[in-house]
């Protein structure tokens, strides 16, 4: 048997080769270890993600038994409490974003182009890190994390031995850990992206001397099967009596441990007063805290990273963005978490455009607090329950309110913003750490322009604006991909958007649509990002909400063209034509 052992760069050419000869009994096996240099590789990070690829083949004589191919990247991560993470030598605070594992309207089912597109979206919106909670992911997200550059950490587990509910994981612990460990290290180890394993998150036993061992257990597995990265775990109850669980640990997660300014002290100081070798992260935060949670990455060394809860939103844990803890039945219909920085659909909520002012230079947007609330509060949240954001939306349609006064909020990098209305300036305030980089101004409604303009110095670097819309006239249906590929999984997400005469999303409008496709092709999924909605995912047909819904189109094994149409009573029907090859 001859095991013959290729490495590629991205272009394709061969820049490593090996051969290795192995006598193989009849039914037997062997283990062949093979060592091959690349001479001054190309580096993986994530501005420039570079793969390679290793074409393994046997042969027997001349004829080819098997052909793997793995594809693979050249980097090198360190961390330590001096100089915080590095990837390949060079500092690198994590923009981190915690995930679950579906796609909102298409449920838990996995399609390569749906964990393609949580990354792209995820990647467009400044996050170079992501933290897969609180299990394995598919491969196809991996391999779309190594191909667009984000960084991943891989976790196993959400509970041990102890139970968080009564048919959960905890039933199958003792029996299975080890083998689940080894598949997710084995199939995941060649993952450029992966920079940590997480042994678990919020782990039950996690202050206990038990929970100790378990944790120094699978510590001790885990860096059998893969010496080269560090291993962490999500922990909440910040308190000593965690200490000896993170000593079994090299990077300290923490859960809800947001400074970062005068209002609150920060955990992180205090522990790295206690401890000032201990890595540290916020492998949870609050949407409500991403000011403090950031502030706490940017000032000290010893924090790499936060990873706010959630980066992407998701059907499940109903309402804890909105009505928050504790839940219970009469909370209904709530359906969706809504805490997202990206909704269920993809788009950028309120939130996310905050998170650009404290991660990217020269941002500007501009939203408005609802005279009523958006949904009816709770008036009893548990005070510690900050999974929501600011009731604003990117509205400047309120009919009935002109010259009441409304609250603008207008989130910014730049040093300073301007605010006009119908061309009026209404005066221009400071958006800087100081201001939390927002700004606020009570402006008496009138319908129109509202316009939101960003300086540094005198030099206008940025502007965002919100116009008010007139009565729904048409469709718009936009595609995110107007070609997809003819091998019965790849996707094409359609936004469905309600405009006005002039082509002005109208936010108000919630109109009835019904779908119809012709050609090679299937609706896989539709959705609204409606926190309330109880209308089917599967049917072809939904309500839009804040003027828009959207439509996910599956591509057949035929190549041809598929055309998807929307209907509503009193308006004229649109198309959109999408190519299957």
Known sequence: MTLITRIRNAKGQEVAKTESKQAVAAGASADV????????????????????????????????????????????IS????????????????KGGC?????????AKSFDRAEERKVELLKASGYNAIRCSHNPPAPALLAACDRLGMLVIDEAFDMWREAKNPFDYHLYFDRWWQHDVASMVRRDRNHPSIIMWSLGNEIPERGSPAGVQTARQLADYVRKLDPTRPITSG??????????????????????????????PAIYAQDHARLPQRVMYGAESYPLEAFGSWMDVVNH???????????????????IG??????????????????????????KRPQSYYRDALWKPNQVSVFVQPPTPSFPLNPGKEEWSKWEWHDVLADWTWPGQENKSLNVEVYSSCERVELLLNGRSLGSKPTTRATRFQ???????????????????????????????????????TPDRGTIRANGQDLSYVTVEVLDQKGIRNPKAEVPLQ????????????GNANPISLESYQRPERTTWQGRCMVIIKGGQEAGKVTLRATAAGLPGADVEITVQ
């Open 33 to 76: 270890s093979q060592a091959l240099t690349i001479k001054s590789p190309e580096r993986w990070s994530v501005d420039q993600p570079r793969l390679y690829t290793a074409i393994t083949e046997v042969y027997e004589q001349q004829r080819l038994l098997d052909r793997v191919e793995t594809s693979f990247g050249v980097r090198t």
């Open 79 to 94: 961390m330590d409490a001096q100089n915080g993470f590095r990837l390949n030598g060079q500092p690198l605070k994590l």
């Open 99 to 107: 995930i679950h594992h579906d796609h909102g309207p298409l449920g």
């Open 235 to 264: 922990v909440n109850g910040l308190n000593p009596d965690k200490d000896p669980y993170f000593a079994v640990l090299d990077v300290s997660g923490y859960n809800y441990a947001a400074g970062g300014d005068h209002h609150q």
């Open 301 to 319: 060394p010893y924090v790499v990273g936060d990873f706010v809860w959630t980066a992407f939103d998701y059907i499940g844990e109903a309402s």
């Open 322 to 347: 909105w009505l928050g803890y504790w839940q219970n039945q009469g909370f209904f219909p709530w359906n969706l978490a809504y805490c997202g920085d990206l909704d269920i659909c993809g788009w």
């Open 439 to 477: 700004a606020n101004w009570a402006v008496l409604y009138q319908a129109g322009v509202l316009q939101a303009v960003g300086y540094n110095g005198r030099k206008e670097v940025g502007t965002a604006e919100l116009r008010s819309a007139e009565a729904p006239a048409r469709f718009r249906l």
């Open 515 to 526: 779908f119809a496709l012709t050609g090679p092709g299937t609706i896989v999924g539709v």
